[in-house]
């Protein structure tokens, strides 16, 4: 089984940080083999990729609404990935998933990540 676990959320005013990060576990998961990715979804919205990283993170992949502004980044070593978020705005607020790709290549459709943390909710007031 494995267990993909969010944490850093919170309440942050517009212009603010937070920096996400997600621990993965699970007897038969090799993290370092699997590319990475971050989505949110806010309330009446559909679940939206927002960054997503190859399984070395050698390769990297914004959403044109968070480049520049986001950075994924992970340390295999600690079986974690990160989501530093700067520059935050209101229309940033939303629930945020980790989730894990089936393969080492990152993905860019919704499909290809088989397991899902629970999220993390992050409010940004204006």
């Known amino acids: 089984q494995v267990q993909l676990v969010e944490s850093g959320g919170g309440l942050v005013q517009a212009g603010g940080s937070l920096r996400l990060s997600c621990a993965a576990s699970?007897?038969?998961?090799?993290?370092?083999?699997?590319?990475m990715g971050w989505f949110r979804q806010a309330p009446g919205k559909e679940r939206e990729l927002v960054a997503a990283?190859?399984?070395?993170?050698?390769?990297?992949y914004y959403a044109d609404s968070v480049k520049g502004r986001f950075t994924i980044s992970r340390d295999n070593a600690q079986n974690t990935v990160y989501l530093q978020m700067n520059s935050l705005k209101p229309e940033d607020t939303a629930a945020y998933y980790c989730?894990?790709?089936?393969?080492?290549?990152?993905?860019?459709?919704?499909?290809?990540?088989?397991?899902w943390g629970q999220g993390t909710q992050v409010t940004v007031s204006s």
């Open positions: 989730a894990a790709d089936r393969g080492m290549a990152l993905s860019t459709t919704i499909r290809a990540y088989d397991y």
């Open positions: 699970g007897r038969t998961f090799t993290f370092s083999r699997h590319a």
């Open positions: 990283i190859s399984w070395r993170g050698s390769s990297t």
